[in-house]
T-cell receptor
Framework: QKEVEQDPGPLSVPEGAIVSLNCTYS??????FMWYRQYSRKGPELLMY????GNKEDGRFTAQVDKSSKYISLFIRDSQPSDSATYLC??????????FGSGTQLTVLP | DAGVIQSPRHEVTEMGQEVTLRCKPI?????LFWYRQTMMRGLELLIY????????DSGMPEDRFSAKMPNASFSTLKIQPSEPRDSAVYFC??????????????FGEGSWLTVV
């Protein structure tokens, strides 16, 4: 079993939809949780991070962590075609050795 | 800043050949990471350095892989001999500090390796 499991998709939604991306993890030592966005043929870039459980909001994006169920979520409101990318969740206990999920490919249709 | 710079961007090589991937981290960053990304296994950490010293190479798949960081502005990942199963995108990344909140890990654009 991988430490971070993520549905690879692909996920296709119409513009303006609310997108929910989810991951589960198995390592109880994880304290930091991050979402990276990766555009086609580019390197991943940090989108959001959270520490321990709770929610964090940044514009149209909300990251949510539930440590009791080991569940990580990213919500995108009013999705735009420019949000089309692969989204990778990641967890870390030491905050430097990130363990990534395999990524969910998202397409937002105009 | 120009970001993390990797070369070559694309490499096609024959099985058995030596492959050298190069990386220039962001100036001032003291951590450097090498990752490999494939469809099957996703993004995997191969090795990381702190202040040019290898800290954890447990992700290096086998002895055919080696990485060096001779100075703060340059690192190499070498595969010798290369095999078709090494075909992947190899990312170099760097960060200032631990890579946790406030210390973002910045990725390069990757080196796309195909071994035929």
């Amino acid at each position: 079993q991988k430490e971070v499991e993520q549905d690879p998709g692909p996920l296709s939604v119409p513009e303006g939809a609310i997108v929910s991306l989810n991951c589960t993890y198995s390592n109880s030592a994880f304290q930091y949780f991050m979402w990276y966005r990766q555009y086609s043929r580019k390197g991943p870039e940090l989108l959001m991070y959270t520490y321990s459980s709770g929610n964090k909001e940044d514009g149209r994006f909300t990251a949510q962590v539930d440590k009791s169920s080991k569940y990580i979520s990213l919500f995108i409101r009013d999705s735009q075609p420019s949000d089309s990318a692969t989204y990778l969740c990641a967890g870390s206990g030491s905050a430097r050795q990130l363990t990534f999920g395999s990524g969910t490919q998202l397409t937002v249709l105009p | 800043d120009a970001g993390v710079i990797q070369s070559p961007r694309h490499e096609v090589t024959e099985m058995g050949q030596e492959v050298t991937l190069r990386c220039k981290p962001i100036s001032g960053h003291d951590y450097l990471f090498w990752y490999r990304q494939t469809m099957m296994r996703g993004l995997e950490l191969l090795i990381y350095f702190n202040n040019n010293v290898p800290i954890d190479d447990s992700g290096m798949p086998e002895d055919r892989f080696s990485a060096k960081m001779p100075n703060a502005s340059f690192s190499t990942l070498k595969i010798q001999p290369s095999e078709p199963r090494d075909s992947a995108v190899y990312f170099c990344a760097s960060s200032l500090g631990t890579g946790g909140p406030g210390n973002t890990i910045y990725f390069g654009e990757g080196s796309w390796l195909t071994v035929v």
